[in-house]
């Protein structure tokens, strides 16, 4: 611990007992989050522009939150999800499923602990279905570069981000990666509409090559942070439903980041008109009062697995967490936070236009209230994402930056609370022109 010139402390490895995420970073205490905005104990602000991992949907700080989250504890803190279910989990599975398209209607939610946990469930609910439905050779889960799903080995072994698989690769189950619809660097060097998504032909390639032994294709709407938040062609998702209803495979939509109204619909994959056979949510779920996540399930999957469906966590199915996602449904329900992430799509777009002449900007897009900014890191200014980072940081502005793929420059992804203020919208505009300079 050092004190920092405003007398606050400051922490950093080796002096303090804690495991940091980042091991070269000098950390300040935060002392409060209201809003979009987040005070550190020496009164520093930030305007919190990614959500910290893109996860905040109904603002910090929401007193309602707390409060149901309170009531919850002081009523019934923990019971076994294999005992007892609690009126905030019936509750909150009906307003989710309410949430969704009618072909949602009859769907399950399996609450977790959160959203690698939902993906790993989800993992194992193909599997399961593949048994049930008498095709035991179907194990393979064909996904995504990049792509992202999570840190726990089986969803990394679905991830399309090198950096994390390379020193776990050993660990991690040999799973089919196709293309993404990353049209700003399309992986195959095409170009929209000319390419009439071939990457979507890749899809159907990866699920023939697998030779029978794929159970599900797992996609990201909405492509994640791996990818800058980019929104690909309608054209893509429509096709891989197409490729895997022919192919009788499931599809799990991972929604993670993009679902609970980040993009302007409930779910990205409305854009599309598609409905998943899964759909995997967290982060604005629970707009991170508590980790969490679910998995929505279509009743045909229920039914085929059920009852013989071994899985669950400790924390599956957790009071507290199913009052905090109750309570963080209702508000995206009652303050329209859906639409209003809609109508702000076009004033967080003008926000963003001026990166448009910046030489270290290679390109920017926007859907709903997610945006990505690719970087030129050998470009006139040009840094890293990590640099940039740093920049905005010192301007009061976090943003969440990632690494490119081997070879590409890196990403910057925006993805403020879905309640943010349209004066703090333009303030993002403004503070990030700055940490360019
Ligand atoms: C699309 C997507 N899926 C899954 C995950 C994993 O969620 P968690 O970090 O809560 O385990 C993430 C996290 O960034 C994500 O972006």
């Known amino acids: ?82 005992q007892f279910t609690t009126a905030a989990m019936e509750e909150a599975a009906t307003l989710l499923v309410g949430s969704l398209s009618p072909a949602y209607r009859d769907a399950k939610v399996y609450l977790t602990p959160g959203g690698a946990e939902a993906v790993e469930t989800a993992i194992k609910l193909a599997r399961a279905h593949a048994l049930a439905t008498g095709h035991p050779e179907r194990h393979r889960i064909v996904s995504q570069w990049p792509g992202y799903h999570g840190n726990t080995l089986g969803a990394l072994a679905v991830s399309g981000r090198d950096s994390l698989r390379a020193p776990y690769l050993p660990l991690l189950a040999e799973m089919p990666l196709v293309a993404a619809p990353w049209c700003p660097r399309c992986p195959l060097g095409l170009r929209y509409p000319e390419c009439e998504v071939a990457c979507a032909s890749e899809v159907d390639r990866a699920v023939e090559r697998a030779d029978g032994t794929a159970a599900a294709v797992l996609v990201e709407p909405v492509l994640g942070a791996s990818a ?12 891989v439903r197409r490729a895997t209803a022919e192919a009788g495979v499931l599809l799990i939509a991972d929604e993670v980041l993009t679902g609970c109204g980040r993009t302007g619909r409930f779910l990205a994959s409305e854009y599309a008109g598609v409905d998943a056979d899964i759909v995997v949510l967290g982060k604005g779920l629970t707009s991170g009062f508590l980790p ?146």
């Not at 800058?228 to 096709?239: E, M, Q, V």
């Open 228 to 239: 800058g938040g980019f929104a690909p062609p309608d054209d893509y998702l429509r096709s």
């Open 1 to 82: 611990m050092t004190a920092s010139p405003e007398e606050a402390p400051t922490f950093r490895y080796p002096d303090s007992s804690v495991f940091y995420r980042d091991l070269e970073r000098t950390y300040q205490i935060a002392k409060r989050a209201a809003g979009a905005w987040i005070e550190a104990d020496d009164g520093r602000r930030w305007l919190d522009a990614c959500g910290g991992a893109l996860t905040i949907s109904v603002g910090h700080g929401r007193p309602e939150v707390v409060r149901a989250a309170a009531g919850q504890l002081e009523n019934v803190a923990y019971v076994h999800g294999a």
């Open 292 to 437: 969490g996540g679910a998995v929505v399930v279509r009743p045909e999957v229920v039914d085929a697995v059920a009852p013989d469906f071994r899985h669950g966590f400790t924390f599956s199915h957790h009071p507290v967490v199913a009052a905090v996602v109750r309570e963080v449904l209702r508000v995206i329900r009652d303050e329209r936070l859906v639409a209003r992430a809609a109508s702000l799509e076009a004033e967080f777009r003008t926000a963003l236009e001026p990166l448009g002449g910046n030489p270290a900007v290679e390109g920017w897009w926007v859907r709903g209230l997610l945006a990505g900014i690719a970087l030129h890191p050998e470009g006139a200014g040009g840094r890293s994402a990590r640099q940039f980072a740093a920049s905005a940081w010192e301007r009061g502005l976090l943003v969440y930056p990632v690494g490119g793929p081997e070879g590409q420059g890196d990403l910057v992804v925006l993805a403020p609370p879905l309640t943010i203020h349209r004066d703090d919208l333009a303030e993002i505009g403004r503070r990030l022109l700055s940490a360019f300079a």
